[in-house]
């Protein structure tokens, strides 16, 4: 069994009665999550959740979403209860990035339904429920998972069913999976709490003294001056050459790329040949997220790690390549994303994944984005050798702007996307 010095920290939120944290704390007082509930957070007092948490005599605090210093409230918070796990009932907002730093792999959510489907922002309490009867959905039930940084997204740990009953409403479900949740949470937490250990090996209380003292782990490699020096050079007279070749490529509102400091590149993807022009068209070295399948093959994965590149997951959140994307950034580095995730087939800029909104909120680099036309003339989709496009390739830089992690997700998003509209008309 646990050693009790793996505890709980459960957040809740604004709404609710608490009755998920009510069970969750009531198995772990019962010995059947080896690990007691240390302390309950909310960020409003007098809700349903924390008067079920004082009258089970639990720890309870009280932190404002709106605080500035919400995040590190949070995690010092976190750090004196001595919490080894959080877990999240009623706590509808994505967890500050840190806060997932902190613990990694150890903060559990509990959704109703079964995911993915009906899952996301929004999807929470009744909208669930009405969503799962109007799709005609058989069966539903409650899914226990991790918690990333996207909603709903992190991995499945364990998935509980029961049928959607003829002339069911958004509410008779709601009670038949509130029941499974009741029973799911303590299930899913004890089986990762038996699995992983008594003690994170490098402890909680480390990784957000690291935070405070403002240090930082060593990262990977950065470009070293022979790669600025003599690698670079090298990559720029070939790539420029090529291109001439293919194009060429005019490049406009160079004077505004950032001479010094972090800075993340956000362009359009029309074809393979991309990353060679937006190197062409940037004046300092890069740091390339590209799919993991290429870094597979021999010689074009040693030439992407000479060059520093980095491999991300598709088709699923990558947590650990977008947290490269902030070490590099945290350095001072400048790292480029193409934020629709993959090629255009028909030239036209395709939705862009959360994901780099994330990068920025976390790093605090500068964000600036970049207009491709023509490439895919000179590499047409499915290509594999080029061609010469027989009309001018073009990049154009946009003004750098600089978030803050005030600014939310959405606005992030909103602002990259109108630039590449933009760059691209």
Excluded at 19 to 43: F, K
Excluded at 108 to 118: D, E, G, R, S, T
Excluded at 165 to 184: F, I, N, Q, S
Excluded at 350 to 360: E, R, T, Y
Aim: some cysteine; charged content about 25%; hydrophobic content about 45%.
């Amino acid at each position: 069994m646990e050693s009790p010095v793996s505890k709980v920290a459960i957040l809740v939120g604004t709404h609710g009665r608490g009755t998920n944290m009510r069970a969750l704390a009531e198995a772990c007082a019962r010995g059947d999550v080896p690990a007691p509930v240390a302390l309950v957070v909310s960020p409003k007092d007098g809700t349903g959740a924390v008067e079920a948490a004082r009258e089970l005599g639990l720890r309870v605090e009280i932190l404002p979403y709106k605080d500035p210093d919400y995040a590190a409230r949070l995690l010092k918070a976190l750090r004196d209860a001595g919490a080894r796990w959080v877990c999240l009932a009623g706590y509808m907002r994505l967890l500050p990035l840190d806060v997932l730093e902190a613990f990694p792999d150890r903060v559990l959510n509990i959704h109703p339904a079964l995911l993915p489907k009906f899952g996301g922002k929004g999807m929470f309490g009744r909208h669930v429920h009405e969503a799962v009867l109007a799709a005609g959905e058989p069966e539903s039930g409650c899914t226990v998972h991790l918690v990333n940084e996207l909603y709903d997204e992190g991995r499945i740990l364990l998935q509980k069913r029961c049928p959607v009953e003829p002339g069911d409403t958004p509410e008779t479900l709601a009670a038949r999976v509130l029941a499974l949740e009741h029973v799911a949470y303590a299930e899913a937490l004890a089986g990762e709490v038996s699995r992983r250990g008594a003690v994170d090996p490098q402890g909680v209380e480390s990784r957000i003294g690291d935070r405070e003292s403002g240090t930082q782990r060593r990262g990977p490699a950065v470009h070293g001056p022979v790669f600025r020096w003599v690698y670079l050079p090298l990559l720029k007279l070939f790539a420029g050459f090529l291109l001439f070749l293919l194009g060429p490529l005019r490049v406009s509102g160079k004077r505004r790329f950032p001479r010094s400091g972090p800075v993340l590149i956000l362009a359009n993807h029309l074809a393979d040949l991309d990353p060679v022009a937006v190197q062409v068209a940037c004046p300092r070295p890069i740091h390339f997220m590209g799919k993991s399948e290429l870094f597979a093959m021999p010689v074009l994965g040693a030439f992407l790690r000479l060059y520093k590149a980095f491999p991300v997951k598709r088709g699923e959140p990558d947590r650990g390549a977008l947290k490269l994307a902030v070490v590099y950034l945290r350095a001072g580095e400048v790292v480029c994303v193409f934020p629709e995730g993959q090629l255009s087939e028909d030239g036209a800029l395709q939705p862009l994944k959360p994901g780099v909104a994330l990068i920025v909120r976390m790093s605090g680099a500068q964000v600036i984005c970049l207009g491709l036309q023509g490439t895919q003339r000179a590499l047409p989709y499915g290509a594999a050798i080029p061609r010469p496009a027989f009309r001018t390739l073009r990049a154009r830089w946009g003004e750098p702007r600089t978030f803050t992690k005030a600014d939310d997700v959405a606005s992030i998003m909103a602002w990259a996307e109108a630039q590449l509209r933009e760059l691209t008309t």
